[in-house]
Nanobody, 120 residues
Framework: QVQLVESGGGSVQPGGSLKLSCAASGNVLSISAMGWYRQVPGKQRELVATITIGGSSNYADSVKGRFTISRDNAKNMVSLQMNSLKPEDTAVYYC??????????????WGQGTQVTVSS
């Protein structure tokens, strides 16, 4: 199994910055992609950014140029630097990891979520 614990959420004014971090534990050698998703009440969870073991990243169009995802494989951590935050970025942010099918613990793993609120 894989456990994910997020930290770094909070409240910020529009234009401000926050950094989210996620620490993975358990069978971390089985993890391939890691990433961040977000969800607001009444809507589906949506992808924010993902990153592979090799460091290739992918971003939602709405956050390109403002958010940066990074990964420290030695520390089993993934981070999301969020700049120029907008009120529409307000959501619960979830850390995600994927374990490929050839592992016995294959599947998608989620953290508990951390609230990000952007408001003046």
């Amino acid at each position: 199994q894989v456990q994910l614990v997020e930290s770094g959420g909070g409240s910020v004014q529009p234009g401000g910055s926050l950094k989210l971090s996620c620490a993975a534990s358990g069978n971390v050698l089985s993890i391939s992609a890691m990433g961040w998703y977000r969800q607001v009440p009444g809507k589906q969870r949506e992808l924010v950014a993902t990153i592979t073991i090799g460091g290739s990243s992918n971003y939602a169009d709405s956050v390109k140029g403002r958010f940066t995802i990074s990964r420290d494989n030695a520390k089993n951590m993934v981070s999301l630097q969020m700049n120029s935050l907008k009120p529409e970025d307000t959501a619960v942010y979830y850390c995600h990891s994927r374990v490929p099918i050839w592992w016995s613990n294959a599947g998608d793993y989620w953290g508990q979520g951390t609230q990000v609120t952007v408001s003046s």
